[in-house]
């Protein structure tokens, strides 16, 4: 009987190239350390290598070439799983990079359990996996969605490298050259958050990355990421992943 999914964590050399293939799986790619690889199917460039984590789809078969020695986690899924879902995922043609903060923290939950040894790890495995398969749908949802205006995607750049700062929503507004109803409006029927939650979740984001490289004190990563005091930010971090930042910083580097 088919695996109904297979984990791996590997360095592959500089000059090796990877093949993976889409008969009846999809895979999650996951680089540690290192360069994004170069993509290709079918001889041609598939795609930029725009983020950490990336989703092939079923049905094509894609090289991965490494330039320089790379660390990675890849996660096969097969068709047992992907049967849970209600979803034709042969409507998923291409591949596509998963940058939303919460993928990362779920490829790094997925590899803690699966270096670790807990009785229950399997269990915890297939539910972070099915985690990660519904993620795969929305965010594929939004990548097909259109109708997304130049003044609106102005408005999210700004506020993705501005997310330390505060913003009043009638500069937001005066930046985008609309009504702030209209702003506020659009930007959640488009990306499925109000402007606070967007903002809240680049900061999260942040606070992951800083918990895992950093030997920053919590109050200390609570200041930096604007919370009002460390209290608040566990509050936020807890109620966004399910864990204590304490506990997302042991996790990933037990990973």
């Known amino acids: 009987m088919e695996s109904p999914y297979e984990l791996s964590e590997q360095l592959y050399p500089a000059g090796m190239r990877l093949k993976l293939s889409g008969q009846g799986a999809v895979h999650f790619f996951f680089w540690l350390d290192g360069s994004a690889p170069r993509i290709t199917s079918e001889g041609a460039a598939d795609m930029p290598s725009a983020g950490p984590l990336l989703f092939f789809p079923l049905d094509r078969d894609f090289e991965l070439d490494f330039a320089e020695p790379t660390r990675c986690f890849l ?56 985690q990660l398969l519904a993620l795969t749908t929305r965010s594929s949802g939004n990548a097909r969605r259109n109708g997304e205006s130049l003044w609106l995607k102005r408005v999210r750049a700004f506020l993705d490298a501005q997310f330390l700062s505060e913003h009043r929503l009638c500069d937001l507004a005066t930046l985008a050259g609309v009504h702030r109803v209209h702003l506020v409006r659009e930007f959640r029927k488009h990306y499925g958050v109000t402007i606070g939650q967007h903002i809240r979740k680049r900061r999260i984001a942040h606070a992951c990355e800083l918990l895992a490289r950093s030997d920053l004190l919590l109050r200390e990563i609570a200041n930096v990421c604007k919370f009002v ?22 996790l990933v580097r037990t990973a």
């Open 75 to 130: 996660v096969r899924v097969g068709p047992a799983t992907l049967g849970r879902f209600l979803v034709d995922w042969r409507q998923l043609r291409d591949a596509f990079s998963l940058q939303d903060w919460e993928a990362s923290w779920l490829v790094k939950r997925l590899q803690a359990e699966f270096v670790g040894r807990h009785p229950s790890r399997e269990v915890a495995i297939e539910a972070i996996i099915l």
């Open 229 to 250: 005091d460390q209290s608040h930010f566990c509050r936020q971090f807890k109620k966004m992943s399910g864990l204590t930042p304490a506990e997302y910083r042991d």
